[in-house]
């Protein structure tokens, strides 16, 4: 693969910057939130729902569409509220420069809403270092690790897949970026690496080197 006609993919979440650490803790409680104000159900069962959706789904946005009608809209907004979010960002500033000197195209493809992508990227400084942003919205609501959301990525871009690398830490969303044809990186410090990984790293600091192999 030549480098430059490259187009990387990449995971937001967990992938570019640190999300566990405060901001997926706020936005499970704002989504156990929700459903229990929305459903009208105890904490217990309105969290309980929350995973198992998020489990069969990939995103709990998707069971809460299918099986109650939610508008994604009013989800998103409500549960993507982050009036601090620069002080929750846990971000290492070598990844902007790591992603300046990476050569090819660079695309974010996220299942978080716009308004929240576009802040992480505005506060990290990385927003001018990718040529296009892909949030849920975007795919029509057609969230990771769903093949219809790449689909339309690809088509969007006039994308070959087999010229794609899929920069994740999640691997079901792996798994579909590798059934369209894409090349994969595996961002995890697990040492186990399933057939349809091409490469695992525990940071995406190290990406530069998978050039070195491929």
Known sequence: MLAKTLTWIFDLDNTLHNASAHIFPHINQAMRRYIQTHLEL??????????????????????????????????LRETHQFPELKQMLVFDRAVKAMLRRLPGRKILYSNGPAHYAEAVLQI?????????????????????????????????????????????????????????????????????????????????????SYLGRH
């Open 42 to 75: 105890d904490e217990e069962a309105a969290n309980r729902i929350r995973m198992h959706y998020w489990q069969r789904y990939g995103a709990t946005l998707l069971g809460l569409m299918r099986h109650h009608q939610t508008d994604p809209h009013h989800f």
């Open 124 to 208: 990290t400084g990385m927003a001018p270092l990718f040529d296009a942003v892909y949030p849920v919205e975007a795919t029509r609501f057609q969230p990771k690790p769903a093949p219809n959301g790449f689909r339309l990525l690809l088509k969007a871009e006039r994308l070959d897949p087999r010229r794609c690398v899929m920069v994740e830490d999640s691997l079901e969303n792996l798994r579909t970026a590798k059934r369209l044809g894409m090349k994969t990186v595996w961002i995890s410090r697990t040492t186990r690496c399933p057939a349809y990984v091409d490469a695992r790293m525990a940071s995406v600091l190290a990406l530069p």
